[in-house]
Every structure is written in C-alpha cells, then in structure tokens.
C-alpha cells in the first residue's frame, strides 16, 4: 500500500492525480491543508510519498512550491501530467435560477474567467480547495451556493452537476511532482532507466554565466525542457535557476553535471526519474 500525502482532500486534482499514477496499487491517502503539511508528513514517516503540484499551463509555476522542495530535502522520483477539467456543481434542489455565490481554489476561479464572466449574477468566492468547496457546501447545506470542482468530486459529495467542462482553455494540463525522502528513492524508480533530471544551482553574477551553461549541456545532448528562476532572499540580483533536463544517454547526462559543476554554486540533484 502507498501512503500518499497530498494537499487538499477526497475528490481533489492531487487526489486525482495519485490514483492515476499509482493505478492498480492501493492508496491510502493523507490530506493536508498546506503543502508544508505534506513535507512535515514526509519527515515525521519517511515511507509518506508526497504528491505536488509544481506547474500549469495557464497558470504557470507555483513558485512557493519550489522553495518547499529545496528546503525538504525530498527527492523527486516521478511526475504524472493532469488534464484539468472544471464542471458547476449545487445542491440538487438548487439551479441556475437561486444561485448567488460560486467557490473554489482561485486558480480553478482564474481558469474559468469566461464562463464566471457570462454568469454576473454569481459572485466569485476563493476557497482552499475546489472538492473542499464542494464538500463545505454539501456538508452545511448551504442553499444558493455552487462549487466549481472536478465532476467526479461533485458526484463524491452528493452535488449536482449543473454544466461540466466549463475550463475556459481545454488544453489544461497541471504537471505533478511524485517526492519522497531519499532513503527510499531507490524503491520508487529505476536510476538507471532514468530520462529527466530537475536540478537547482546558482551562478555568479558575471556576464555570460547562465549561457555556459546552456551551452554545456546543449555539448552533450541534454534537452532543456523548463527553467525557472527565483531570487534568492537577502542576495540582491542574486537567483536560483531551477531546470529540467531529459537525455537519452544516461553517462552523456553524468558526464554534462560533471561538466557544469565548476560554473554553478551549490548545483543540488533534487531528482532522477522517468518523465511522462
């Protein structure tokens, strides 16, 4: 059985997107409110795996995340993509016509601008978490209130679904992180059929820094797939580089982080893993 930490709770995309890669395994869920949560799980139990959200299509990275899993001392050992699709949910005697208050995760409120905007009547109302809102509206009975969530959550809780697929892009995708503590790394992947790497080190501030090693890495055949950069507190114009690489060639990738070890400062493997 997998204990999986996640943040958010039954029905949510993290809850989604654990049963979907660890399909055919049982899962034993651990719903935390915060994603610190998930990280004091993964210390206090070191057999917890922590599912994370670390990017969207639309919405972009969630940069906060980033500095979580630094500070964690996890290391990544596999990520799974998520179509994210929104649907409207209510109370069943409730419709179109009583509803005066929408709530979810204000990123599920951001990518469903366009739908929020045709429907003025509904104020907007941030929640932590969008099977959160469909589970506190069911819970409290609260009349006049509707939860946009995943459609399976709705169906979780009891809701009904008054329209589903109401995203406004339907190419929504969020990328999570499978993390664990790194004694038991070895029992989650295979290094040796490894394709990704993320990766997070800091430069000097001289010209020309970042581009050697880009071009170190395009020597050797590794393929930059992500590079986010975040300033690091207290360090004025001083950043973090975060970047995921994929390769085919398992020595030409050793062979690259050997190379470019010299031109970073504090260059961390934060994880090795099949990319999906």
């Not at 996640?6 to 055919?24: L, M």
């Not at 005066?100 to 003025?120: D, K, T, Y």
Request: with cysteine; proline share 3%; hydrophobic share 40%.
């Amino acid at each position: 059985m997998k204990r999986v930490a996640i943040q958010g709770i039954v029905g949510s995309f993290h809850d989604i997107a654990a049963h979907q890669y660890f399909a055919g395994e049982q899962v034993q869920l651990i719903c935390c409110n915060t994603f610190e949560e998930v990280f004091a799980n993964i210390k206090k139990d070191p057999t917890v795996i922590g599912m994370m959200a670390i990017e969207n299509t639309i919405a972009g990275s969630l940069l906060h995340n980033y500095d979580l899993l630094r500070a964690s001392g996890t290391t990544v050992v596999g990520e799974h993509k998520l179509h994210i699709q929104h649907s409207i949910c209510c109370l069943p005697d409730d419709d179109w016509t009583t509803l005066r208050e929408v709530h979810s995760h204000p990123v599920a409120l951001m990518q469903c601008r366009g739908f929020l905007a045709s429907h003025p009547g509904m104020k907007a109302v941030e929640a932590e978490d969008t099977a959160g809102a469909a589970e506190g509206i069911a819970r409290n009975g609260s009349h006049g209130w509707a939860a946009i969530c995943h459609s399976s959550a709705a169906a979780l809780y009891g809701m009904k679904v008054l329209e589903d697929h109401i995203e406004d892009n339907k190419h929504n995708f969020t990328r999570f992180l499978v993390v664990c503590d790194p004694r038991k790394a070895d029992y989650m992947r295979p290094v040796d059929r490894s394709d990704k790497a993320s990766l997070v080190f800091s430069l000097p501030h001289e010209e020309g820094s970042l581009s050697k090693v880009l071009t170190i890495l395009s020597f050797y055949d590794i393929n930059l797939t992500k590079i986010q950069s975040l300033p690091v507190i207290g360090h004025e114009w001083e950043y973090l580089f975060y970047v995921d690489v994929t390769f085919t060639n398992l020595i030409r990738y050793r062979q690259s982080i050997d190379a470019i070890m010299p031109l970073t400062k504090e260059l961390k493997i934060i994880g090795e893993y099949i990319g999906k």
